[in-house]
């Protein structure tokens, strides 16, 4: 869990990029989101000292406004250029081996599968960029997972930032599914005026706070406003197979969906097993 | 089913228990057991219809095994929801109440644990616990110590039945006190059903010869070399002592009596 990770990602790659005013358009959306944006530098295109170059201009106008700026695989310049986080994409260095580079720096990494999420876990990463939810040009052909690849990124109790054809019309959706935030490259840097595309994707996400939960004794980060139910999804439980305790009290099936939880709650999830 | 053996020999009445009716009179855990395949070979094995099972948090990291409803069918036995673990009245309830929010029924097998060492019951905890459930509408099936006021106050307090321990769970040391266990039998109207210390078959028929309803075991099968052999072994020997019981054992003497004639030897 970490505690201020921004919401509303801005990622960029080599097209973006390549079409220039990366460091104008990333000012823009920062001074519309603060610290609700991280913009991250991700592109194969450059050598290192133009990479470098680039992230530490990046960093030098959204850090006025609290946004974040993170780096892709990059370990070595996301340290240069003090970045805030470091995503692991699918053919660069594993979580620990970023983790021993840049030590410090949360690391993300890049899932696209329940099984590669719960990988994600074991190699200890701290957040995960998950995709791709929806179809999208930049994967013509990939399959999109939709809420269920979200909601099974989440289940193990990371936030996930879901990514792959989000717009402000389905952002709203996919947080309700279980994920901290959303992240988009052409609604973003595409639009006419990427500050006003920022400000629709922040008015679109429900909840911009979390709440910290006990359930079966393990603290747990939650979005506010997140219901029993929506927390038995997050978790990917059967809400016929299990039995909630609610603060010491038993909450209904039925009753799950209108249940919301607070900071501090203790829930209980409970089933049979084997026993004498 | 489970009365095959015995059926053509000697009419017997079903167990019944809180209203409901059984025709085994082996009750099965399904605790310990290496796997679920093996442990559902065993339950098969055994007869049994009535299964107990324990209430416990869901494992968040669902790499784990699934939860044991994933092996057993509610529609086919009956699910009997156990308080193993609870040290305390209040935790008891707390655990039978989420029990029965599984949605399965009203009984509980209520454990109150006194002791961590020999597991003996907590009988103080155990009567608060269950009048307090049975005010709640829960069928109360007690486990507790082989003692007779014990078992009476249980009795009185509405429990649905009492289950008196033949020695210490899963300790396998048979039947301690047959005497205990018989007058319990004799002074109460609910059923009597022993429950926890078995070790083998032949602790099963001795315990079921002193007339008790029925036996509830589990570690003596999950614990065998063979659990689904072992489990065939207690359906049979419960059905042995049961129709020992219901046939009346001869009278004991001090004495030899010869069984063959005495008149009619050669001169």
């Avoid at chain 1, 913009?39 to 530490?56: F, I, M, P, S």
């Avoid at chain 1, 892709?72 to 805030?84: E, G, Y």
């Avoid at chain 1, 005026?193 to 939960?213: N, Q």
């Avoid at chain 2, 509408?137 to 007690?142: R, S, Y």
């Amino acid at each position: 869990m970490i505690a201020l990770l921004p919401r509303l990602h801005a990622v960029t790659d080599d097209r973006v990029v390549g079409a220039g005013r990366v460091v104008e358009r990333a000012a823009a959306m920062a001074a519309a989101a603060g610290a609700t944006l991280a913009v991250h530098v991700r592109t194969r295109a450059l050598g290192g000292a133009d990479l470098l170059d680039l992230a530490r201009r990046v960093r030098d106008a959204v850090a006025p406004h609290g946004s974040w700026l993170v780096v892709n695989d990059r370990a070595d310049v996301a340290r240069a250029a003090l970045a805030q986080a470091i995503v692991a994409g699918r053919s660069g260095l594993g979580v620990r081996d970023l983790g021993r580079v840049a030590p410090g720096i949360p690391i993300a990494r890049s899932v696209h599968d329940a099984a590669s999420a719960r990988a994600a876990e074991a190699e200890g990463a701290d957040f995960m960029v998950a995709g791709a939810v929806f179809e999208t040009p930049s994967h013509p052909g990939a399959p999109a997972e939709g809420p269920t690849l979200v909601a099974a990124a989440a289940s193990g109790g990371r936030q996930v930032i879901a990514i792959g054809g989000l717009t402000p019309a389905n952002a709203g959706a996919i947080v309700e599914a279980g994920a901290w935030g959303v992240a988009a490259i052409r609604a973003l840097w595409d639009a006419r005026d990427p500050a006003a595309a920022a400000s629709s994707f922040l008015a679109a996400l429900p909840a911009t706070r979390t709440v910290a939960l006990v359930v079966n004794g393990e603290s747990r980060a939650v979005s506010e406003g997140t219901t029993l139910g929506g927390l038995l999804t997050q978790l990917g439980l059967d809400p016929r197979a299990v039995v909630v305790e609610h603060n010491r009290r038993i909450v209904r099936r039925d009753a799950l969906g209108a249940t919301r939880v607070a900071g501090g709650d203790e829930v209980e999830l409970i089933h049979f097993v084997g026993g004498g | 089913m489970a009365t095959t053996a015995m059926a053509p020999f000697v009419q017997d009445t079903p167990l019944e228990i809180g209203g409901r009716s059984f025709h085994s009179r082996l009750l099965v855990g399904t605790g310990k057991y290496k796997d679920n395949a093996t442990m559902v070979r065993a339950l098969d094995a055994s007869g049994a219809e009535v299964v107990t099972v324990a209430v416990r948090r869901i494992s968040l990291d669902r790499t784990k095994e699934e939860g044991i409803l994933f092996h057993l069918d509610p529609s086919r036995i009956f699910l009997l929801a156990n308080t193993a673990g609870c040290y305390t009245a209040e935790d008891a309830m707390r655990y039978a109440r989420l029990a029965r929010e599984a949605g399965f029924n009203d009984f509980i097998k209520l454990e109150v644990i006194g002791d961590q060492q020999t597991l003996l019951p907590d009988v103080v905890g155990l009567l608060e616990a269950a009048k307090a459930l049975v005010r709640e509408g829960f069928k109360v099936m007690a486990y507790t110590n082989d003692d007779l006021i014990t078992a009476l106050r249980l009795e009185d307090a509405g429990c649905a039945a009492v289950m008196p321990l033949a020695s210490p769970i899963g300790s396998g040391l048979g039947l301690l006190n047959p005497f205990n266990i018989r007058t319990i039998k004799a002074r109460l109207a609910v059923p009597v059903i022993v429950d926890a210390g078995v070790g083998t078959a032949s602790d099963a028929c001795v315990t079921m010869e002193q007339g008790v309803d029925g036996l509830l075991m589990n570690t003596a099968i999950a614990e065998a070399r063979d659990p689904v052999a072992m489990a065939h072994a207690m359906r049979l020997a419960t059905e042995a002592g049961r129709t020992a019981y219901l046939a009346g054992r001869m009278p004991r003497r001090e004495v030899a009596v010869p069984s063959s004639p005495t008149t009619g030897m050669l001169s």
